[in-house]
């Protein structure tokens, strides 16, 4: 069996025969130029992820139900808003053409997976889902 140690701090020996100390350095340091460099482009890569962040700004909004008619949507909505602590809105998708029932947007994804998993477990809103916006 063997057994081994290693240590990225200096050690020291004595040289019996000089009565001296000689140093070991067993892991090299890069200069201090080049920990500089790596520690800019880190920081440039960490503002060019938070850059692209800010102009993605994503929105993520739950949807609860889409009507053929405004009269139905708000029917649903007044019949439903004591079940949830969400406000419900509804607009007019003209890209469906139907007036949708949602949830105020959420800033992430996960804030509002959080949401419609909690309204899943209500029946009547089983069918919610996330768009991105």
């Given at each position: 069996?063997?057994?081994?140690?290693?240590?990225t701090?200096?050690?020291?020996?004595?040289?019996?025969n000089?009565?001296?100390?000689?140093?070991?350095?067993?892991?090299?340091?890069a200069?201090?130029?080049?920990?500089?460099?790596?520690?800019?482009?880190?920081?440039?890569?960490?503002?060019?992820?938070?850059?692209?962040?800010?102009?993605?700004?994503?929105?993520?909004?739950?949807?609860?139900?889409?009507?053929?008619?405004?009269?139905?949507?708000?029917?649903?909505?007044?019949?439903?808003?004591?079940?949830?602590?969400?406000?419900?809105?509804?607009?007019?998708?003209?890209?469906?053409?139907?007036?949708?029932?949602?949830?105020?947007?959420?800033?992430?994804?996960?804030?509002?997976?959080?949401?419609?998993?909690?309204?899943?477990?209500?029946?009547?809103?089983?069918?919610?889902?996330?768009?991105?916006?």
């Open positions: 069996m063997f057994w081994g140690c290693s240590s701090t200096e050690t020291s020996k004595e040289d019996s000089k009565n001296a100390q000689e140093i070991y350095v067993f892991d090299d340091v200069n201090e130029d080049t920990l500089a460099t790596q520690e800019d482009t880190l920081a440039a890569k960490e503002d060019s992820l938070n850059i692209e962040n800010l102009k993605s700004n994503k929105k993520f909004i739950v949807q609860v139900g889409a009507f053929s008619t405004k009269d139905k949507a708000e029917k649903f909505v007044k019949l439903n808003r004591s079940k949830i602590n969400w406000e419900m809105h509804i607009t007019f998708s003209s890209s469906v053409n139907y007036y949708v029932v949602q949830l105020p947007a959420f800033s992430s994804r996960p804030e509002a997976e959080k949401v419609r998993n909690q309204l899943w477990k209500t029946k009547i809103f089983n069918d919610a889902f996330i768009l991105t916006k």
